[in-house]
């Protein structure tokens, strides 16, 4: 089957949704949440793929990252109260969402380009990983901004590249994980938790075989879509806590 940009949208916006959803407090099930979490990790490489085939088409890369960090302002509230509890109601973090990662991820390919040569792009891919990783958590941001460089980097290579780099990074990031939990048996919970959602990123190699088939054709226009779904999102998840 083959996929247009259209058909990635909606796909990726599916996925996403499950994201949000697992890790919304909603479900209580853990084998569900992760399962949940699992499929939605498919969206982290599409994204990455609709975010460069957006900086290619782009008549002014300003206002595309002017847009998302828009969409970013805009879910940061709802995401707060959508993932806020009681054991973190001062978390600054609540405030990063899934779209300031979108945006994060748009604004440092772009800074990644300006780099003048192979150790200044070296430099720039090492440190905004470290600094998102500080500012937004081990959550999804540093896997995306990781993701998003191989698929920048690797954009006139083969797939069968991109697609090794993607995959022996996530599982990497697994294989790590489950150690941590299965063979050190740490205690600290919310480290064992952050292990098994980063363990969950085996799911973007339900990725691969789509970005394979993807033609490069554009299909029906969705900019409403685009930049209104994931705050829709967040408001509904949010009116369903409330009235819960």
């Known amino acids: 089957m083959k996929f247009n940009s259209f058909k990635i949208k909606i796909i990726a916006f599916l996925s996403l949704t499950a994201y949000t959803v697992a890790y919304s407090g909603l479900i209580t099930n853990t084998v569900l949440k ?9 969206c982290i490489p599409l994204f ?4 460069e085939e957006a900086l290619i088409k782009t008549s002014s890369i300003n206002k595309l990252m002017i847009k998302s960090l828009v969409v970013a302002l805009l879910s940061a509230l709802p995401y707060r109260y959508v993932f806020m509890t009681t054991d973190n109601p001062g978390d600054v ?3 990063y ?4 990662t979108s945006f994060i991820c748009l604004a440092s390919i772009y800074m990644y380009d300006k780099m003048k040569n192979k150790f200044q ?7 905004i990983t470290v600094i998102a990783t500080f500012l937004v958590g081990l959550e999804l ?9 191989i698929i920048h980097i690797c954009k006139d290579k083969k797939f069968f590249e991109k697609a090794y780099y993607i995959a022996s990074y996530v599982i990497v990031i697994a294989v790590v994980c489950f150690v941590f939990v299965k063979v050190i048996r740490l205690d600290d919970k919310n480290f064992i938790t952050e292990c098994y959602q980063n363990m969950t990123l085996l799911g973007c190699l339900g990725a691969l075989p789509i970005m394979k088939n993807y033609t490069g054709e554009k299909g029906p226009s969705v900019k409403i879509l685009s930049y209104g ?15 819960a």
């Not at 990455?48 to 975010?51: P, V």
């Not at 969402?97 to 300031?100: G, K």
């Not at 792009?121 to 440190?127: E, L, N, S, T």
């Open 97 to 100: 969402s899934l779209a300031l």
């Open 229 to 243: 779904y994931y705050l829709a999102l967040l408001i509904v998840l949010f009116l369903i806590k409330l009235a």
């Open 93 to 95: 973090h609540l405030f």
């Open 141 to 149: 941001c540093p896997h995306a901004l990781i993701i998003m460089f």
């Open 34 to 42: 992760y399962t949940l979490g699992t499929i939605g990790c498919i």
């Open 48 to 51: 990455g793929l609709l975010i």
């Open 121 to 127: 792009r070296v430099f720039c891919v090492v440190f």
